[in-house]
Nanobody, 122 residues
Framework: QVQLVESGGGLVQAGGSLRLSCAAS????????MGWYRQAPGNQRELVAG???????YYADSVKGRFTISRDNAKNTVYLQMNNLKPEDTAVYYC????????????????WGQGTQVTVSS
């Protein structure tokens, strides 16, 4: 019913930049909070940045000043611009979104993308 499709990951040298995109599609009645999360080998998944439907934004301390999250509500898409990347940013990045479906308007559920690998070489 709902798909989140991520793109934009890859291999980059330290100090470089990447831009991730995540597009939501399907029987979407309302698209709420959207966020980017990452998981490195041996670590738990952590929140990197989030943005509410009203535009409130927050970041993990480790990425403040380097990453920028934004969303295009007309396209049901969230972006993550990552600048000055560091080797410790290497992880699989996941998009997560709280979505209310047309046939279940009383509640929202969290949906996840398939993940995209970001590798930063030193």
């Amino acid at each position: 019913q709902v798909q989140l499709v991520e793109s934009g990951g890859g291999l980059v040298q330290a100090g470089g930049s990447l831009r991730l995109s995540c597009a939501a599609s399907g029987s979407i009645f309302r698209l709420g909070h959207m966020g980017w999360y990452r998981q490195a080998p041996g670590n738990q998944r952590e929140l990197v940045a989030g943005i509410t439907s009203g535009g409130s934004i927050y970041y993990a301390d480790s990425v403040k000043g380097r990453f920028t999250i934004s969303r295009d509500n007309a396209k049901n898409t969230v972006y993550l611009q990552m600048n000055n990347l560091k080797p410790e940013d290497t992880a699989v990045y996941y998009c997560g979104a709280d979505i209310t479906l047309y046939n279940s308007r009383s509640y929202a559920s969290r949906y996840w993308g398939q993940g995209t690998q970001v590798t930063v070489s030193s």
